[in-house]
């Protein structure tokens, strides 16, 4: 027997031997003990429904040009299936490691409550002692961990417990598997419902994971579609971004079908239009196998993509007036005097609108942003330090000028001269003045309530003037006197009227309300909040009022859509950005029709304040003339040249309001900019609006009275 043992070559073929028969015996157990189960188990199918992604609608402008739109990418999914939890968390460490190697980005909402290096609580609770209280009751209803949980370091040790990951895995991949397991809690999947890990990932990382989806059972990946925005910065405050949804949007949508997971809009359009721009997801019944994967695809509910959106906006005249506004920023900035123009005009905004539709044409408001910032992917650094610019004004400049503010429909402003049309109007209408009799004097100053008044031009006042020589010339004792004599009730009846100091009802959300002088005003609770009293109201605040100080506040969209209920004749349009929404088979949704109210106002008296208006423009008095002089149309218009009380050290506010032709108007026009010192100022960035609109292309007027039926109109 040891001479047998000797020879290794029978030791070799022993060896075999039990090799050969442990093979045999585990084949006959496969195949003939257990081959029927195990057959049954590879041929077992089992019912799956898998989402099928609807897009988002887009968002164009009036001639189909598109501003928002869609791309498609890959979503990595994933279903449950049969494996135990060690099983599990090495598949989904493997599949964060292929994500970070291909640099995409995985969900991992955990890190808003908690990171790890440094360990700390994270951003969404950090500042909230309730909010942070509530997580730890959802991760711990029975608070049998509180002490435990106190600490970050503490948080990290009970997850890890609660998740139960092995003790082998180091701090960081344990970090990557809980953020998985966490998202798998919070949002919940099943065989039969998947759970998106990942959004928009590389090619890279969808042929890996295919490549080798034997080491991920129930992993697959689907095709979505993810927004694109084409317009830079030109528009970024109308069209707006989406981005996915906070907690607290979740809680009030998910009732409407949203997932935990979807994005929606934030801001702008992309706000406003969301139930029409959202599409409804459809279904795709399947059958898969053991490991997930596809075997058989049963039914499809083909999903139906949201409807795109046709603005009003014009993107050639959307760009010429951001365009111009940055290039006169820059000529107001070089014309610095140290008195009146301390060189401090940084901002500014622009509405261009359509007086007999309301349709607006343009809505500029500078600085702006880039909503593609806001979807762009964590790891996108440029995108965002950009979106800190937007927002941190103690690191960044541009973030003290509120790149994200639309000023058009959130900036308050005096509106300083450009709102004499309006007490002239309130003069005829109250007959404290009529077409026949408007002469009031000016001798230089005047006195109410022991407040004086001075004539801002001459010495001695102008003398005599009419109300179109009081408007030409911008005369404030003119004004201020036939505010008195007409009264503030009537001052703000008008100027409610005419829509000031109350809302448009434009189809953007957050839309300020602005502020309209009346003695109501000083009794409300607004002006308490404000000034700390309440007050009575005194005839040297009409004074003040009448020249567009004091408590007046409007915004650019108030303005514009004031100055064009005087060129159409006395309809207050409900401005609208929204044309039409257009279904995906073509159908028509919804469209904006014309919709105004009619303000009783003589015809009579509109015409006399359109005189006044077209002489600021044309006469060579008049405040805006020298920037008008070569212009080939005839304009109304009015300049203004708003205090602020800081001009001691700061230039005050511009602005210019106007509408083209004027003898049958088309367009208004409404520009402010902050601290550009003087209302003619503003004046060139409408005429850069208006020579696009009505493509002038360095037109010359030859003639003052030239009839606008000379002029070929295009639009």
């Not at 109308?238 to 009732?255: A, C, D, P, Q, T």
Request: glycine share 8%; with cysteine; aromatic share 10%.
């Amino acid at each position: 027997m040891k001479e047998f043992f000797k020879d290794r070559y029978n030791i070799l073929a022993i060896f075999f031997i039990l090799f050969g028969a442990v093979i045999v015996v585990q084949l006959v157990n496969l195949q003939i003990i257990n081959g029927k189960k195990y057959d049954e188990e590879s041929q077992r199918k089992l019912p799956n429904v898998r989402r099928v992604s609807a897009p988002r609608g887009n968002i164009e402008d009036r001639y189909g040009v598109p501003l928002a739109v869609n791309r498609v990418g890959y979503t990595i999914q994933i279903i449950k299936t049969k494996m135990d939890a060690e099983e599990r968390d090495q598949m989904l460490l493997k599949l964060v490691n292929i994500f970070e190697k291909n640099g995409d980005n995985y969900d991992k909402s955990l890190e808003k409550y908690l990171t790890i290096k440094p360990f700390a609580f994270g951003s969404a609770i950090n500042k909230s002692e309730k909010r942070l209280g509530s997580w730890k009751k959802d991760m711990d209803p029975n608070k049998k961990n509180a002490d435990l949980m106190s600490t970050p370091e503490g948080t990290f040790k009970f997850l890890r417990k609660k998740f139960e990951i092995d003790e082998k895995y180091s701090m960081e991949d344990a970090y990557k598997i809980m953020c998985m397991r966490y998202e798998m809690l919070i949002r919940g999947y099943t065989s039969l419902t998947s759970l998106s890990l990942a959004k928009d990932v590389s090619r890279e990382t969808v042929a890996e994971i295919e490549e080798r989806h034997q080491e991920f059972p129930g992993v697959y990946t689907d095709v979505e579609t993810f927004r694109k925005y084409t317009m830079g910065e030109t528009a970024g405050h109308v069209i707006g971004f989406v981005r996915k949804m906070n907690e607290e949007e979740y809680s009030k949508l998910k009732e409407e079908g949203y997932r935990q997971d979807e994005v929606v809009g934030k801001s702008g359009i992309e706000a406003f239009a969301e139930p029409y721009l959202r599409g409804k997801d459809g279904q795709k019944k399947i059958e898969v196998d053991i490991a997930g994967r596809l075997t058989e695809e049963l039914e499809t509910n083909p999903a139906m993509p949201g409807s795109t959106v046709k603005l009003t906006l014009d993107m050639n005249l959307q760009r010429v007036a951001m365009e111009s506004i940055e290039r006169n920023l820059e000529i107001i900035r070089s014309q610095a005097d140290g008195k009146k123009n301390f060189g401090d005009a940084k901002t500014g905004s622009a509405v261009a609108m359509d007086v007999n539709t309301g349709e607006i044409l343009a809505m500029a408001s500078y600085p702006s942003y880039d909503p593609s910032n806001f979807i762009a992917k964590p790891d996108d650094k440029e995108a965002q330090k950009k979106i800190q610019e937007y927002y941190d004004d103690k690191k960044f400049e541009l973030a003290k000028l509120s790149p994200t503010l639309n000023r058009v429909i959130n900036g308050r402003y005096a509106p300083g001269s450009t709102f004499k049309p309006l007490t002239a109007i309130a003069g005829l209408e109250s007959s404290a003045i009529s077409p026949q009799r408007n002469i009031i004097n000016d001798d230089g100053k005047y006195t109410i309530d022991g407040w004086e008044f001075k004539c801002l031009e001459r010495k001695y006042g102008h003398g005599d003037l009419t109300l179109k020589s009081a408007m030409e010339t911008s005369c404030n004792i003119y004004f201020e006197k036939l505010g008195v004599m007409t009264g503030i009730d009537n001052i703000s009846k008008w100027g409610s009227m005419f829509g000031l100091g109350r809302k448009t009802g434009i189809d953007l959300k957050d839309e300020s309300k602005g502020v309209l002088a009346s003695r109501e005003y000083k009794k409300s609770d607004e002006f308490k909040r404000n000034y700390g009293r309440i007050e009575d109201w005194w005839k040297a605040d009409t004074a003040q009022a009448s020249i567009g100080q004091i408590y007046n506040s409007f915004t650019p969209l108030q303005l514009v859509n004031y100055i064009g209920a005087i060129a159409n004749g006395g309809k207050l349009m409900r401005p609208h950005l929204i044309k039409k929404v257009v279904k995906y088979d073509g159908s028509t949704v919804m469209e904006n029709k014309p919709d105004y109210t009619k303000i009783p106002i003589k015809k009579e008296n509109l015409d006399l304040v359109i005189e006044g208006m077209k002489a600021v423009t044309m006469q060579e008095g008049g405040t805006a003339v020298s920037a008008f002089r070569n212009f080939p149309i005839e304009v109304a218009g009015k300049t203004g040249t708003a205090e602020t009380g800081y001009e001691k050290t700061k230039s005050s506010n511009a602005l210019f309001v106007c509408f083209a032709p004027a003898d049958k108007p088309q367009i208004a026009i409404a520009v402010v900019v902050e601290h550009g010192a003087w209302g003619a100022n503003t004046a060139p960035i409408a005429i850069d609006i208006m020579k696009e609109y009505f493509n002038l292309s360095g037109a010359s007027r030859s003639d003052d009275k030239l009839k606008t039926n000379q002029i070929e109109f295009t639009r």
